[in-house]
C-alpha cells in the first residue's frame, strides 16, 4: 500500500531534550517536506527536500532541521524543543517536478513540550 | 512570497444545501490549485484540484472554479451530506517551474459543518 508513515503519533518531551521525528515513504517519490498545523494558521511549510541531499528551509525553520540521506526517508529534527514548537505536525510527499503533483501526507504527529 | 487568504473561517449549512469556500492568493506566478480535506484526527487528503489553463473543473458534488485576473479560486459542494463535515484547506502553488521549491501554500482553513 502506498502511504507516508510518521512516528511516533504522540509526544510530550521537555524543553530541551534532542527528539527526531521519523517520516518514510514507499512511493519513490523525490520531493519530501514537514508542514506544522496550527489553529487559525493552516498548514505552513518547515523544510522541503527536492530529492537525496538537497534539502531547503521553508516559510517557519528557525528549531529545526532535517536530513534526506535516503530517498524514502526525511527525518525532522528539534536540537533543543520549546514550548512554542508544540504543534501538529505532517510530513508530505510527492513525485515532484510537476509529474504528478498530489501531495500524500503522513497520518500526523502532535508533539507539545513541556 | 505567496499568501493565500481563506474564508469563511466556519461555514454551516443544511443537509442539503450547497458550501461555498472561497480564497484568494497573491502571486500571479502560481499555477496550481489543490483542495484539502481534514476530517477529524486525519490527514489532510486531496480531493479535487484545478491548473491556472483552466476555469472550472467538477468531480460529482464537488467543483472549483478559478478567476486568474481576480486571483481567486473557489470551492463548491452540492448536495451536501454529513460526511462532508471536515476542514477544508485550499493552496496555490507554482508547480513545473525552476523554482525549485515547489511548495503548497495553505489558506488557514475553513471548519465545515453539515447540521442534519
Known amino acids: 500500500e502506498a502511504q507516508v508513515t510518521q512516528n511516533p503519533r504522540y509526544l510530550i518531551t521537555v524543553t530541551g531534550k534532542k527528539l527526531t521525528v521519523t517520516c518514510s515513504q514507499n512511493m519513490n517519490h523525490e520531493y519530501m517536506s514537514w508542514y506544522r498545523q496550527d489553529p487559525g494558521l493552516g498548514l505552513r511549510q518547515i523544510y522541503y527536500s527536492m530529492n537525496v541531499e538537497v534539502t531547503d528551509k521553508g516559510d517557519v525553520p528557525e528549531g529545526y532541521k532535517v536530513s534526506r540521506k535516503e530517498k524514502r526517508n526525511f527525518p525532522l529534527i528539534l536540537e533543543s524543543p520549546s514550548p512554542n514548537q508544540t504543534s501538529l505536525y505532517f510530513c508530505a510527499s510527492s513525485l515532484g517536478q510537476s509529474l504528478n503533483t498530489e501531495a500524500f501526507f503522513g497520518q500526523g504527529t502532535r508533539l507539545t513540550v513541556v | 512570497g505567496e499568501n493565500v487568504e481563506q474564508h469563511p473561517s466556519t461555514l454551516s449549512v443544511q443537509e442539503g444545501d450547497s458550501a461555498v469556500i472561497k480564497c484568494t492568493y497573491s502571486d500571479s506566478a502560481s499555477n496550481y490549485f489543490p483542495w484539502y480535506k481534514q476530517e477529524l484526527g486525519k490527514r489532510p487528503q486531496l480531493i479535487i484540484d484545478?491548473?491556472?489553463?483552466?476555469g472550472e473543473k467538477k468531480d460529482q458534488r464537488i467543483a472549483v472554479t478559478l478567476n486568474k485576473t481576480a486571483k481567486h479560486f473557489s470551492l463548491h459542494i452540492t448536495e451536501t451530506q454529513p460526511e462532508d463535515s471536515a476542514v477544508y484547506f485550499c493552496?496555490?502553488?507554482?508547480?513545473?517551474?525552476?523554482?525549485?521549491?515547489?511548495?503548497?501554500?495553505f489558506g488557514t482553513g475553513t471548519r465545515l459543518t453539515i447540521i442534519p
Open positions: 493552496a496555490a502553488s507554482m508547480w513545473g517551474s525552476n523554482f525549485g521549491n515547489e511548495k503548497l501554500t
Open positions: 484545478i491548473r491556472s489553463n483552466v
